[in-house]
C-alpha cells in the first residue's frame, strides 16, 4: 500500500521557533511537495524537490526552507515561526510527472501562538 | 483570477441525491485530478485523467478539453460522501494548481 507519511497530525509551536515538518514517502518517488492549506485559497505550493538535494521554490518560499538529503524524506523548515504561518501543511509525491499520479499525506494542522 | 474555479464552494444534498462539482482552468494541462479530503485533512487522490471519462463506484469524472472543463458526479450520494472535493491541474512544466475546493454535506 503506497503511503506518504507526515511525521505529525497537530503541531503547536511559539513565535520565533525553528520548526520542523517532515514527510516520508515509500514509493521511490523522484517529486515531493510541500503545500499549505488555507481556507477560500486552497492549496498552495511552497517548495518541491525533483531529486535529491535540488530543489525549487513555488509560489509562497518565504519564510520557508527545505531539505532533502534522502529521496524519501522532504523536510520544510519554518526558520522563525510566525503566527501567519499557522495553516493545514499537506506533503506530496509523484513519480517523475505529476501527470503520472500524486499521492498526499494525512496533513500537519501546525498553529503558532 | 484563480487558474482553477471550482463551483459551486459548498454544497447540501439529501441522501440519494445526484451531485455534480465543476471545474473549470485557463491554463494548458496534461492532466487533472479530483482529489477528496475528509475531515481531519488527509487527502486522497479519487481520479486522473486527460479526456473523456472516468468511472469508479458511484464517481464518475467527466473532462472536456477543448472547453477546459471538468466535472466529477457523485450517483446516489450518501453521507459518508461528505467531504471537501478539489480540482488539480497538473501542467506542462510539472507543477499542480488547486482549485479552492467543494464542501460536500450529504444529510441522510
Known amino acids: 500500500d503506497v503511503k506518504v507519511t507526515q511525521s505529525s497530525r497537530y503541531l503547536v509551536k511559539r513565535t520565533g521557533e525553528k520548526v520542523f515538518l517532515e514527510c516520508v514517502q515509500d514509493?521511490?518517488?523522484?517529486?515531493m511537495f510541500w503545500y499549505r492549506q488555507d481556507p477560500g485559497l486552497g492549496l498552495r505550493l511552497i517548495y518541491f524537490s525533483y531529486d535529491v538535494k535540488m530543489k525549487e521554490k513555488g509560489d509562497i518560499p518565504e519564510g520557508y526552507s527545505v531539505s532533502r538529503e534522502k529521496k524519501e524524506r522532504f523536510s520544510l523548515i519554518l526558520e522563525s515561526a510566525s503566527t501567519n504561518q499557522t495553516s493545514m501543511y499537506l506533503c506530496?509525491?509523484?513519480?517523475?510527472?505529476?501527470?503520472?499520479?500524486?499521492?498526499f499525506g494525512q496533513g500537519t494542522r501546525l498553529t503558532v501562538v | 483570477k484563480n487558474e482553477v474555479e471550482q463551483s459551486p464552494q459548498n454544497l447540501t444534498a439529501q441522501e440519494g441525491e445526484f451531485i455534480t462539482i465543476n471545474c473549470s482552468y485557463s491554463v494548458g494541462i496534461s492532466a487533472l485530478h479530483w482529489l477528496q479530503q475528509h475531515p481531519g485533512g488527509g487527502i486522497v487522490s479519487l481520479f486522473m485523467l486527460s479526456s473523456g471519462k472516468k468511472k469508479h463506484g458511484r464517481l464518475i469524472a467527466t473532462i472536456n478539453i477543448q472547453e477546459k472543463h471538468s466535472s466529477l458526479h457523485i450517483t446516489a450520494s450518501h453521507p459518508r460522501d461528505s467531504a471537501v472535493y478539489i480540482c488539480?491541474?497538473?501542467?506542462?512544466?510539472?507543477?499542480?494548481?488547486f482549485g479552492a475546493g467543494t464542501r460536500l454535506t450529504v444529510k441522510p
Open positions: 506530496a509525491s509523484s513519480p517523475w510527472a505529476v501527470t503520472i499520479e500524486a499521492f
Open positions: 514509493m521511490d518517488h523522484e517529486n
Open positions: 488539480a491541474v497538473g501542467d506542462y512544466n510539472n507543477d499542480m494548481r
